[in-house]
């Protein structure tokens, strides 16, 4: 029996979480759950899965949830960073679901790492600003990040059984997100709602926003620079619209294995939570004589620049990558709330990349230094916009 922690349980991926483990009661056991701000629907899934404790982001949701919850029958609850580093590393937990959006899950998952706990990640965000310090603590300690990104158990699949000096390439496949036939002159004009209108995938706001702007697809390959000890120019784009090939492993006699199957979060979540069996899901087989033809092409640097923002402060390293994820939220935000335009997304980021000084980012400290100052920076340019 694998006893599961869930940071970011009421979003998309921590709501598919619990199904996965609701279907699997022989396997796997809630004992925590960390939400944000969703009182109603996490004092349902206490109601649910009975954890031993639950943290919520801030005092007055704590304060909330108590209240919902019928007194003598309650769990342990908590709030703020320090909450959700506890219930993440209970001495009885096996497995923390990294499923926090944005930078809020960095500490957390460090020191559920620390703690010796396995980590399944989907908090990508985590990976972009520390991977280096939260992979070596985990060779330290012993123990494994599983990758719930698509993209990333994909390549995890494609590794399996084979050497890993003889990877050649990793390939990552993009949907290309809702604006792939947009002509780029029109890209300004598009609004929130048709950006978070993702044609394969439902997904949180912050990650359908990078989506489309591509950013993701940059914040995955500096995922899979650290998760998978790659350098960065190993690591290719590919776009592929349909989102059945969710990534490929090519070897260096030119075998390229790929995996693929319906785009549904559920069969990542369950190879992270199963790994490395492959369990049951109820979902409908891929039948690949109705998918239609799948194509492939090179993305597009000039069209998307958030992509070739990411790529930049990969190949850069040091405080940029932790620069680019904080400026990118900071302008994801200002958009979703219709302060700045689409275009102004990547002019954000590319300013705030411009006037930082580089420098090493060796300890979280340092990292979280370099996020504030990304952070009041991208602010102070959007209010001038
Ligand atoms: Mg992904």
Redesign the pocket.
């Known amino acids: 029996m694998k006893r599961i922690a869930i940071l970011g349980s009421t979003g998309s991926i921590g709501v598919t979480t619990l199904r996965v483990v609701e279907s699997h009661p022989e396997r796997f056991s809630v004992l925590s759950l960390g939400a944000g701000r969703n009182i109603q629907l996490l004092a349902e899934q206490i109601a649910c899965f009975r954890p031993k404790a639950v943290c919520v982001q801030d005092r007055q949701s704590a304060r909330g949830l108590t209240e919902a919850l019928p007194a003598g029958d309650r769990p342990k609850v908590l709030w703020g960073t320090e909450g959700f580093v506890e219930i993440a590393t209970m001495e009885e937990v096996d497995t923390v679901v990294s499923a926090m959006s944005g930078a809020a899950g960095l500490i957390p998952t460090y020191e559920a790492v620390r703690a010796s706990k396995e980590v399944a990640l989907a908090n990508k965000e985590a990976m972009v600003m520390a991977g280096h310090i939260i992979m070596e603590e985990a060779r330290k300690h012993g123990v494994s990040v599983i990758p719930i ?3 990333h158990s994909a390549v995890l699949q494609c590794l399996q059984g084979h050497k890993r000096g003889h990877v050649a390439r990793i390939i990552l496949t993009a949907s290309g997100g809702p604006f792939h036939q947009l002509d780029a002159q029109n890209l300004n004009q598009v609004t929130p709602s048709e950006a978070l209108a993702h044609p394969n995938w439902e997904m949180g706001p912050k990650v359908t926003i990078d989506s489309a702007t591509l950013m ?1 697809k940059g914040l ?1 390959v500096i995922e899979a620079r650290w998760l998978f000890d790659m350098p960065i120019e190993k690591i290719k784009i590919l776009i592929h619209p349909q989102s059945i090939v969710h990534s490929m492993v090519e070897y260096r006699d030119g075998s390229i294995i790929a995996q693929m199957g319906i785009p549904d979060m559920t069969i990542p979540i369950s190879y992270a939570l199963s790994y490395p069996d492959h369990i049951e899901n109820p979902l409908p087989p891929l039948d690949l004589t109705k998918v239609g033809p799948l194509t492939f092409q090179n993305p597009d640097f000039e069209k998307f620049r958030c992509l070739a923002l990411a790529l930049e402060a990969a190949k850069k390293g040091g405080s940029m990558p932790p620069v680019l994820n904080a400026s990118n939220e900071v302008a994801v935000e200002a958009f979703l709330k219709g302060k700045i335009r689409f275009l102004d997304i990547p002019r954000i980021i590319h300013e705030t990349m411009a006037s930082h000084h580089q420098k090493a980012a060796d300890t979280i400290e340092a990292i979280l230094e370099v996020d504030a100052w990304a952070r009041k920076k991208a602010s102070s340019l959007i209010k001038q916009a």
């Open positions: 990104d698509s993209e993701n995955e």
